[in-house]
């Protein structure tokens, strides 16, 4: 095989593919895979931190889980059991000897079928990671709404992580990085705020957290941790329809996502939120969820696993 065209990323040495270590080299697919033409694949994005015992990876059983969920909204059996794919995750993080990144579990229809329904064509799993640091870099950040929506709940299901659904999030990216903004923010079909094109949003007003309710989002993982470490700093959360007027004039807005974290939000269609700087709440938010995922928090140490 040719050599691999060097990745704007760090690789690690092994990929898990099908129950086997392979060289990241070697973790190939036909170009004729089901799942290259049509987005007929499911995937989980992970962070595994460094931690006093070694790496972590933050709330694994809650990631499986809605693995296995997305795979059952495409009819797709993944051929590993949850304890299979749990485990392996676990060795794929402890083969690497990496301290601390991100985990690409990608469950999808192979080669070997070709019409639009997949039912029953070959499923492979591969289980990535590798380094990498901050995805949006933790300061405040310029925002804007897409002129696209997020994707009708009735068109997909709007809570698996199929890949074929981030069509909507690559072109919503495309447009806001023309436009020289950091992220997108998508409005759903009604014209409530949904989410980023890979996170939740949230917003703080006289101390109370709102985030918009599931219907046409993502039941992010990070968004329901941000919910409970609220809790515990003594602020709620209210799930609501909320406009982008709501947005506009909250005290402090911020991105929720694994590879976000806690993400500032410093202004939102060039309108200033706050002072434009990370609010109070919003930093001390993210350095109790930073804390947590490094295991400095006791009553958080449930949400890790540790991969030694
Ligand atoms: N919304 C979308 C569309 C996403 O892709 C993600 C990232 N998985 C999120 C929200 C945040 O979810 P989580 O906190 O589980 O990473």
Known sequence: MSKLPTASFPITKKIWLN???VDWQKANVHVLSHALHYGSAVFEGIRFYETAKGPAIFRLKEHVDRLFYSAKSLEMKIPFS???????????????KVASGYI???AFFDYGKMGLNPTGGRVSLAIACWPWGSYLGGKPIRVKTSKLIRLHPDSVVADAKVSGHYVNSILASIEIKKAKFDEALFLDHRGFVAEGPGENIFFLKKGKLHTPKLGSILAGITRDAVTKIA??????????NYKLKDFYSADEVFFTGTAAEVQPIGSLDLKKIGNGRSGEFTTKLRETFLAAVAGEIPKYKKWLTFAK
């Open 19 to 21: 129950g086997r270590m």
């Open 82 to 96: 949850r304890s299979e794919v749990t485990k392996a995750i676990v060795r794929t993080v402890a083969i690497n």
């Open 104 to 106: 690409r579990p990608l």
């Open 231 to 240: 809790a515990g700093l003594g602020v709620s959360t209210k799930e609501g």
